[in-house]
């Protein structure tokens, strides 16, 4: 009866509170600025000490399973029919690509170095991208940029509309039916869930602790610290190697910054790609484009209400 109350005073007049409370504070076009990069984390991964072990992807798991999805079952049936049921609530042991489950997983590459057939592999998980358009082009304002770079999805506020997966050019956040606002506020209208993808372990950065995936490696392939620091040492090490860099410029730059003996171009004709396994080729910085500057300019004051609202409906439920 209290959740049902909490709903039809959100309905009939929270909404209208919550977005006058909103409008007072509407982001501006200062919200579209890219961000400093000096004060962003950046990490690199060196290809050529990865084993494939799968330690980090065991320690991902260990660490986020209280923030993995407990959907309800059946789930609504949304209106139009189109927009697809995406259940991995059965299928949580997979771990050969990315799902709301799986937040990092192990690629392989057969490559050819000094003459040899060679096995490298990669970890992929999010790339945080320096300017990311999952965080200025979610309508709802779920997605966020933490001060030092880590882009989140904010699971108490995601309707599962999936444009962060739309706009992202590794098409990274993973969608799980059946969970999220939608199911209080439209069920059968809304979103149909709420994307997933890695935080960075936000929470533990935020207490001078490293990612777990980090600290579990046994061969030390990654390593975290500012942007500009990370970048330098890429560099450095590419020399060393006479190796290549990724995440350097790719999509405006990310602070995923990966160093390979080959180029990546022979890396991505090898590795398996498709529906949660993101490629490796060049990626063009999306939030130049005129389009995407122009859609984060319209949705920038709406996510600013939509947060506010569902800030405001968590509390009366």
């Known amino acids: 009866m209290g959740q ?24 501006g076009t200062e919200a579209l600025a890219r961000p400093d990069e000096s004060k962003q984390l950046a990490t690199l991964i060196d290809i050529s000490k990865c084993t494939g072990c799968e330690a980090c992807v065991d320690a991902c798991s260990e660490v986020n399973s209280a923030k993995y ?7 609504p049936k949304m209106y139009p029919n189109r927009v697809p049921v995406e259940d ?52 709802w304002g779920a997605a966020k940029q ?17 444009k962060c997966k739309k706009v992202c050019p590794w098409d990274i956040p993973q969608r799980q039916t059946g969970t999220g606002l939608y199911l209080d506020l439209m069920p059968s209208m809304a979103g149909n869930g709420v994307m997933y993808k890695c935080d960075r372990c936000y929470e533990k950065v935020a207490e001078g ?33 006479n190796g290549y860099i990724y995440g350097e410029n790719e999509n405006g730059g990310t602070n995923t910054i990966y160093v390979s003996p080959v180029p990546f171009e022979e890396l991505n004709k090898t590795i398996e790609k498709g529906k949660g396994k993101p490629h490796l080729e060049p990626v063009k910085d999306t939030m130049a484009q005129a389009n995407n ?17 569902g800030k405001y409906y968590k509390r009366t439920r």
């Open 88 to 139: 991995w609530s059965d299928k949580q042991d997979v771990n050969d690509r990315l799902t709301p489950y799986n937040w990092l997983y192990i690629q392989h590459a057969e490559v050819e170095i000094n003459g040899e057939e060679t096995e490298l592999t990669i970890p992929r998980r999010c790339m945080h991208c320096a300017n990311p358009p999952c965080v200025k082009l979610c309508p």
């Open 4 to 27: 049902q109350i909490s709903r039809r005073l959100f309905l009939k007049g929270g909404l209208a509170a919550a977005a006058g409370v909103a409008a007072s504070s509407i982001p």
């Open 293 to 309: 500057l122009a859609a984060a300019m319209i949705v920038a004051p709406i996510a600013g209400i939509a947060a506010a609202v």
């Open 146 to 162: 933490l001060e030092n770079g880590i882009s989140r999805i904010d699971s108490d506020l995601c309707l599962g509309g999936s």
């Open 209 to 241: 602790e490293l990612p777990a995936c980090i600290e579990a490696c046994p061969e030390d392939v990654q390593t975290i610290g500012p942007r500009d620091e990370i970048i330098k040492k890429a560099h450095a090490l590419a020399k060393e190697i």
């Open 69 to 75: 999805p407990d959907p309800q079952k059946p789930f």
